[in-house]
């Protein structure tokens, strides 16, 4: 499978009077779904083209991946074949196809945890898809919040995997190592000394570094200096920043959720929209 996914099927309108990749919604009926599978005679000819131009196996089937729009994680991988595409860009819940039960399933419509899809990516080769949403909740089958949480390197050391040993990316790793370092405070345990806990067990100091970060970040625009002494002053920055998000409770996926939904907005009117909540208020 290619890396790069590059054809986006977010122009997309399923033909039955939706638009079909409008905002997401949370609610979902079985009724709702059958109406879309009855409706392929009354496909967009673009979807009609989209979903013939998709290389499908000799089965009918391409690979189907879910990923967190906002996180980047990958959650799940099934199949889905024709009809099951169809259904997740009318419907905008990530469907597939069960090759056990020879059947079509949205994932969620069971455990109420459905992933609301944003956008469809085709890679190059057009053999394999990702549904690129926000899920409701956990997405494995286990409580867990991906599919992917057994380390091939933990299990050729014999290490024992856990459930919250997920695939991070560097930014989520440095958020977990964060929250490992509060739950060792929080649970009283003696653990390594650490300049995370430090920070965590004083406030003051936290701001300072919050504040004398930015600073230096600043000055090296203003001083003009190279761009490794830039990248560096921006990681000690959103380090420090991340252990205040910790103290407040916020996770980096809730600020990219906040980021996501400015994309449709100016700045200008982000934060004028801003002001208007403060004067309501």
């Known amino acids: 499978m290619a890396a790069v996914a590059f054809v986006r099927l977010s122009s997309l309108s ?3 009077g939706d638009r079909c990749l409008s905002s997401p919604t949370k609610h979902w009926s079985q009724k709702r779904c059958l109406k879309i599978r009855a409706s392929s005679s009354n496909l967009d000819p673009k979807v009609q083209t989209l979903l013939d131009s998709v290389k ?15 996180t980047g994680a990958i959650l799940m991988q099934g199949f889905a074949n024709r009809e099951a595409l169809e259904v997740t860009i009318s419907s905008r819940k990530a469907t597939f196809y069960s090759r056990s039960r020879s059947s079509l399933w ?8 459905f992933i609301n899809v944003h956008d469809i990516f085709l890679d190059c080769d057009r053999d394999s898809i990702i549904y690129l949403g926000e899920p409701d909740g956990p997405t ?17 050391d014999d290490s024992e995997f856990k459930q919250d040993r997920l695939a991070l990316t560097t930014l989520y790793s440095l958020e ?23 920070l965590l067990l004083d406030k003051e100091l936290l701001c300072s570094k919050v504040r004398e970060e930015s600073g230096e970040l600043v000055q090296t625009l203003l001083d003009n200096e190279d761009k490794s002494r830039t ?18 409770d916020v996770k980096m996926e809730d600020v990219l ?25």
């Open 56 to 70: 499908w196996d000799s089965k009918g089937l391409a690979v189907a991946i879910a990923q967190n729009v906002d």
């Open 176 to 198: 977990n190592t964060i929250s490992l370092r509060k739950h060792e405070i929080d649970s009283m345990e003696n653990g390594k000394p650490s300049w995370t806990k430090k």
């Open 106 to 113: 949205t994932k969620g419509e069971t455990s109420m945890n």
């Open 231 to 248: 990248a560096s002053e921006m990681a000690d920055l959103l380090y420090h920043a991340m252990v205040l998000l910790k103290l407040k």
């Open 257 to 281: 959720e906040v980021l996501r939904k400015r994309f449709s907005k100016s700045g200008v009117e982000e934060k004028n929209s801003r002001k208007s909540s403060l004067k309501q208020s």
């Open 14 to 16: 399923c033909g039955v």
């Open 140 to 156: 494995c089958h286990t409580g867990a919040q991906t599919c992917y949480y057994s380390s091939v390197y933990d299990l050729l």
